[in-house]
């Protein structure tokens, strides 16, 4: 059973930086591409980021485009979104997500794991 588990989450100011981290566990890291997701109070669900197995290519919303960093640790079973210049627009909770399909198909498609999220919150 895959099981994804997001940590890093919090409070932050309007222009500080956080990195959450997602662990994976039960499916074969290195061969899977892994990506980050948010979804902000009454919207839907967004594309943030995503990632493939060898880390030399990365896919990036426009709106975190030069702001944050998809990055992964397969030794470790770990995947990290580095958050810079963090914006009160960024605040919602933020999942890693998983399948066996394109990196760069993640904002598209319907992913078969998700973890359970982890709250990012902004204050202006």
């Known amino acids: 059973q895959v099981h994804l588990v997001e940590s890093g989450g919090g409070l932050v100011q309007t222009g500080d930086s956080l990195r959450l981290s997602c662990a994976a566990s039960?499916?074969?890291?290195?061969?899977?591409?892994m990506g980050w997701f948010r979804q902000a109070p009454g919207k839907e669900r967004e594309f943030v980021a995503s990632?493939?197995?060898?880390?030399?290519?990365?896919y990036y919303a426009d709106s975190v485009k030069g702001r944050f960093t998809i990055s992964r640790d397969n030794a470790k079973n770990m995947v990290f979104l580095q958050m810079n210049s963090l914006k009160p627009e960024d605040t919602a909770v933020y999942y890693c997500?998983?399948?066996?399909?394109?990196?760069?198909?993640?904002?598209?498609?319907?992913?078969?794991?998700w973890g359970q999220g982890t709250q990012v919150t902004v204050s202006s």
């Open positions: 990632i493939n197995w060898s880390s030399d290519k990365t």
């Open positions: 039960g499916l074969t890291f290195s061969t899977y591409p």
């Open positions: 997500a998983s399948d066996f399909v394109s990196p760069q198909s993640f904002a598209t498609m319907s992913l078969d794991y």
